[in-house]
C-alpha cells in the first residue's frame, strides 16, 4: 500500500480507504464479515475510514467503530460526515450549527474515538455553508474533537465554492473513468491545498455491469439502486467494457489505477462486501496503466 498526504491537513492516509457504507452497514449484511473486512483493509494496509452519520440507516458508523475497536487509533484515519441524518424512514437534511455539532458528538461516541480525525459536510448547498456554521466547525476544532474540515459533495459548484473557504481542508468528489469532467475541479483545489477524496473511483461497477451480475441478495439491492439512480452512468460505464478485458489487472484495478494517476488525488474510497473484491482492489495501489489504456479511457469518455 502506497500513501500520500492529504492536503496540508498534517495528515497522511493511505491511497486506497475503505467506505463503511451502503449494504456493508445494513443489518442484513453479517456482523462477522463485516469486521472481518474492515480487519483485512487494516492488514492490507489501509489507513483511511470514511462513513457517515445516515449511511446504511445510519447503522454504519456504530458499526465502523465496534470493527475498529481494539485497534490503535493514533495509526488511522477516520473520517465521518454531518448534515444528514436518517430518521423516520429517510435520510433527513439539517445542517443548522447545533445539529452539526450534536451528530460529530454522536459520531464520536457511535465509533468510540476521542477525536475525529475530518469531519465532511454531508452534501450540503452553498447557501448551508453560513457564517455561523463555519464558525461552528471551527470551534469543534478548537475543542479538540476534529483534527480536519470537509465537504463532500458531488455538485461541481459546491466544491468550488469551498475551494476558496480558508477552513476547508478537504473536499471529496465523484471521480472515476466516467467523471473525467472533474479534473480541472480537482486540479484547483490541490493548487488551493486542499486534500482530494475520490468518492466513487469504481464508478459502482458500472463499467463491468455489475448491476447485471445478480450472485446473492446484496447484489439485487445494488443492481435497483443503480438502474434506479443512476440509469445513465450505466448506459455511459457499458461503453468501457474493454478494461475488463485488459491482461494482468481486473477491471476495477484498471478503474483505480487511472484515478490514482492523478497526482492530486491524496486517496480513493472503495466499498465492498466481498473479500476477494477487497484483496483485488488493494492491490491496484502502485499499478501502472499502460498509456494506450489510458488514451483510451479518455478518448471513450470523449465519445460518451
Known amino acids: 500500500m502506497r500513501y500520500r498526504p492529504l492536503g496540508r491537513t498534517g495528515l497522511t492516509v493511505s491511497e486506497l480507504g475503505f467506505g463503511a457504507a451502503s449494504w456493508w452497514g445494513r ?23 470514511d462513513t457517515g452519520a ?12 465496534r470493527a475498529l475497536r481494539g485497534l490503535d487509533p493514533d495509526r488511522l484515519v477516520v473520517a465521518s460526515k454531518a448534515g444528514t441524518v436518517f430518521a423516520n424512514g429517510r435520510v433527513r437534511r439539517d445542517f443548522t450549527p447545533a445539529a452539526i455539532v450534536a451528530s460529530a ?45 470537509g465537504i463532500n459533495s458531488f455538485d461541481p459548484a459546491v466544491v468550488d465554492h469551498a475551494i476558496g473557504l480558508p477552513d476547508i481542508d478537504a473536499v471529496m468528489v465523484d471521480y472515476n473513468v466516467l467523471r473525467l469532467e472533474r479534473e480541472p475541479l480537482i486540479a484547483r483545489a490541490a493548487a488551493a491545498g486542499k486534500g482530494v ?21 446484496r447484489d439485487v439491492w445494488y443492481a435497483a439502486r443503480g438502474l434506479v439512480r443512476h ?41 465492498t462486501t466481498r473479500p476477494t ?9 502502485g ?18
Do not use: W
Open 105 to 149: 458528538e454522536r459520531s464520536l461516541r457511535n465509533l468510540g474515538l476521542e477525536v475525529l480525525a475530518l469531519l465532511q459536510l454531508h452534501g450540503p448547498a452553498i447557501a448551508d455553508l453560513t457564517d455561523e456554521l463555519r464558525a461552528t466547525l471551527a470551534g469543534l476544532k478548537s475543542r479538540g474533537l476534529v483534527r480536519a474540515l
Open 231 to 271: 440509469r445513465d452512468e450505466v448506459v455511459r460505464g457499458a461503453r468501457f467494457g474493454f478494461l475488463n478485458r485488459l491482461d494482468g489487472l481486473t477491471g476495477a484495478q484498471a478503474a483505480l489505477a487511472y484515478v490514482l494517476a492523478n497526482p492530486h488525488v491524496a486517496c480513493a474510497v472503495i466499498g
Open 27 to 49: 443489518p442484513a449484511f453479517s456482523e462477522r464479515t463485516a469486521v472481518s473486512l474492515v480487519r483485512a483493509a487494516v492488514e492490507g494496509g489501509v489507513t483511511f475510514f
Open 287 to 304: 499499478m501502472v496503466l499502460p498509456e494506450a489504456v489510458t488514451a483510451r479511457i479518455r478518448a471513450t469518455s470523449t465519445d460518451a
Open 197 to 217: 477524496l475520490a468518492g466513487m473511483p469504481l464508478a459502482m461497477g458500472h463499467t463491468g455491469l455489475q448491476v447485471a451480475k445478480i450472485r446473492a441478495p
Open 277 to 285: 473484491h477487497l484483496a483485488q482492489n488493494l492491490a491496484a495501489s
Open 54 to 65: 445516515s449511511y446504511s440507516h445510519g447503522a454504519a458508523e456504530p458499526r465502523l467503530g
